[in-house]
């Protein structure tokens, strides 16, 4: 983790931009290096400065602050890009679901109150996992089954090395028993050496990414 966190904020409310900066700013290893209200001139504005987090707010002057973070993950790449925390009004299990699918690394509401804020972004620079496989299996099964197979995705998945395929396969295994102790067991840290093989940005990622896909499907 940097000794100095770069955070880059957005978010169409003015007002609401300068209270969290203020939050944000007296921590005293973040310093807030960019914000605006997320048009779409911020995307190169962004590609072009260092930040290390991006603090995006569901709702930005360009629209949907997922759909700005997935634009910006289009335009420099899925490792590239600083990793996000998306802010909104209140808990939504779709919005998170949304967020994840997007590779954003969490998502805090409003009544979470500052400290959930502050401490999100100091998690996503260190590359701790936001989410245990559990967590990801009980927010899959809130949600109505959908499914987007992303053909090039579902290749690269079927092209690992047998050592790496073999943690897909126990994954997969785990996944279909529907038994909540063994996927509460579940390492999902043991799932990192995948990422750099395929385009996710992280373990909880590459599980969303699984599943949309219909690879975790009995």
């Not at 007296?26 to 001139?41: A, L, M, Q």
């Not at 126990?170 to 990192?192: H, P």
Request: hydrophobic share 45%.
């Amino acid at each position: 983790m940097p000794s100095t966190i770069r955070i880059g904020l957005l978010d169409t409310d003015s007002d609401v931009r300068l209270g969290r900066k203020l939050v944000l700013a007296s921590e005293p290893e973040f310093e807030v290096v960019f914000d605006s209200d997320g048009s779409t001139d911020d995307l190169e504005a962004i590609e072009q400065s260092l930040i290390d987090v991006l603090v995006i707010d569901q709702r930005l002057f360009s629209g949907a602050g997922v759909s700005f973070y997935s634009s910006l993950r289009n335009l420099i790449g899925p490792k590239q890009a600083p990793p996000a925390v998306l802010t909104a009004a209140f808990a939504q299990p779709d919005l998170l679901l949304d967020a994840l699918q997007e590779g954003i690394f969490d998502v805090v509401s409003v009544d979470q109150g500052a400290q959930d804020l502050v401490a999100a972004v100091s998690k996503a620079t260190t590359g701790v996992t936001a989410y245990s496989l559990s967590a990801i299996w009980e927010l899959v099964l809130s949600q109505p089954a959908y499914r987007a197979v992303d053909l090039n995705f579902v290749r690269l998945v079927d092209e690992l090395p047998q050592k790496l395929s073999s943690s897909v396969k126990k994954l997969k295994t785990v996944w279909q028993s529907s038994d909540l102790a063994k996927i509460e067991k579940f390492d999902i840290d043991s799932l990192n050496a995948l990422v750099p093989r395929l385009p996710v940005s992280s373990s909880v990622e590459l599980v969303v990414a699984m599943n949309r896909s219909g690879l975790l499907d009995v």
